[in-house]
């Protein structure tokens, strides 16, 4: 186990040093000069030149490079050319909106994929286990966009009972403020994605219920339901594990849209505008954050699929 926690680990070093090389590069294909914008709209190439070489951007790429990720690994983003404040400052100030988004919203994908999953596998067949199976498709095709529409028509137009946009000025000093706010974006992510999860626990569940010790639990007198529910969960339970961190990524890129929609002070909203400000240290810092927060998760997934899987103890 210890040795391939260390083997995950290095791989996860590696691909983190990947997406650094290809962020950076990428940022440096995108349209727009940054000196420029600095510098301002009627300022001469001599006074760009002077930006470029006081922020380092008349040297060789792979120089700025280095700079860059020497900084990373010593926990420094860098500094915003905008406003000059510390990205790490930044991202610790909008994560206090996002990771609870993502947090509510995870739960309640969760909450909504399992019991339904399981009761349309065990109700195939019957009007309500095919209800439950069409309901899910229709909302998996949803666009996330116009399911926050919608229920900002229903819970804060119509019925008025969660704000439609914003987030306190205080954070999270009144938290039942707080939370209110983050409640309504949270079941946009959450429906949709649930609804997709809802899917894959239907189509583990019915799988379990064919493998040998499930159908020797109902030959020894329990009945089908029962076996399920007592055998074969677990196995289901590990299948679901592993698309969890699958659903973190689409949990972060509905965060990014739902942050443009509710108004959210997060960083998915900080990052649009930063990419049209053209202010590269934060959109790199910020777009290595969340890559190596799907990694980092993905990485967590393995090593607790490999501790509660003996089947995969025992390949090795």
Same mark, same amino acid.
């Given at each position: 186990?210890?040795?391939?926690?260390?083997?995950?680990?290095?791989?996860?070093?590696?691909?983190?040093?990947?997406?650094?090389?290809?962020?950076?590069?990428?940022?440096?294909?995108?349209?727009?000069?940054?000196?420029?914008?600095?510098?301002?709209?009627?300022?001469?190439?001599?006074?760009?030149?002077?930006?470029?070489?006081?922020?380092?951007?008349?040297?060789?790429?792979?120089?700025?490079?280095?700079?860059?990720?020497?900084?990373?690994?010593?926990?420094?983003?860098?500094?915003?050319?905008?406003?000059?404040?510390?990205?790490?400052?930044?991202?610790?100030?909008?994560?206090?909106?996002?990771?609870?988004?993502?947090?509510?919203?995870?739960?309640?994908?969760?909450?909504?994929?399992?019991?339904?999953?399981?009761?349309?596998?065990?109700?195939?067949?019957?009007?309500?286990?095919?209800?439950?199976?069409?309901?899910?498709?229709?909302?998996?095709?949803?666009?996330?966009?116009?399911?926050?529409?919608?229920?900002?028509?229903?819970?804060?137009?119509?019925?008025?009972?969660?704000?439609?946009?914003?987030?306190?000025?205080?954070?999270?000093?009144?938290?039942?403020?707080?939370?209110?706010?983050?409640?309504?974006?949270?079941?946009?992510?959450?429906?949709?994605?649930?609804?997709?999860?809802?899917?894959?626990?239907?189509?583990?569940?019915?799988?379990?219920?064919?493998?040998?010790?499930?159908?020797?639990?109902?030959?020894?007198?329990?009945?089908? @339901?029962? +076996?399920?529910?007592?055998?074969?969960?677990?196995?289901?339970? $590990?299948? !679901?594990? *592993?698309?969890?961190? %699958?659903? #973190?990524?689409?949990?972060?890129?509905?965060?990014?849209?739902?942050?443009?929609?509710?108004?959210?002070?997060?960083?998915?909203?900080?990052?649009?505008? @930063?990419? +049209?400000?053209?202010?590269?240290?934060?959109?790199?810092?910020? $777009?290595? !954050?969340? *890559?190596?927060?799907? %990694?980092? #998760?993905?990485?967590?997934?393995?090593?607790?699929?490999?501790?509660?899987?003996?089947?995969?103890?025992?390949?090795?």
């Amino acid at each position: 186990m210890i040795r391939y926690a260390l083997t995950r680990f290095a791989l996860l070093l590696l691909g983190l040093l990947v997406a650094s090389v290809l962020i950076f590069l990428t940022l440096r294909v995108l349209p727009g000069d940054i000196a420029h914008l600095i510098a301002g709209v009627g300022s001469t190439p001599e006074q760009q030149d002077a930006v470029r070489e006081r922020l380092g951007l008349d040297r060789p790429l792979t120089e700025q490079y280095f700079e860059w990720i020497g900084g990373v690994f010593r926990g420094d983003l860098g500094t915003s050319l905008l406003t000059g404040t510390s990205v790490v400052q930044e991202l610790a100030q909008k994560a206090q909106v996002t990771v609870p988004l993502g947090i509510l919203s995870l739960l309640i994908a969760v909450l909504i994929s399992g019991p339904l999953g399981v009761l349309s596998a065990m109700r195939r067949g019957r009007a309500d286990g095919t209800a439950l199976n069409v309901g899910a498709q229709a909302l998996a095709a949803v666009p996330v966009v116009w399911a926050g529409m919608m229920l900002v028509v229903v819970f804060a137009v119509w019925l008025g009972w969660l704000p439609a946009q914003g987030f306190p000025r205080t954070g999270w000093t009144d938290p039942w403020t707080a939370l209110r706010a983050l409640i309504l974006p949270a079941l946009t992510i959450g429906i949709v994605e649930g609804a997709m999860l809802l899917r894959f626990v239907r189509s583990a569940t019915l799988q379990a219920v064919g493998l040998d010790f499930v159908r020797t639990a109902a030959a020894k007198g329990l009945t089908r @339901d029962q +076996a399920l529910l007592r055998h074969g969960l677990p196995v289901v339970g $590990l299948s !679901v594990i *592993t698309v969890l961190g %699958l659903q #973190v990524a689409g949990i972060i890129v509905g965060a990014v849209v739902i942050e443009q929609l509710f108004s959210l002070p997060g960083i998915g909203r900080m990052l649009v505008a @930063d990419v +049209a400000a053209r202010d590269l240290p934060k959109v790199q810092g910020e $777009l290595l !954050v969340l *890559t190596g927060f799907v %990694l980092v #998760v993905g990485f967590v997934v393995d090593l607790v699929h490999r501790m509660i899987d003996p089947r995969q103890r025992e390949a090795s």
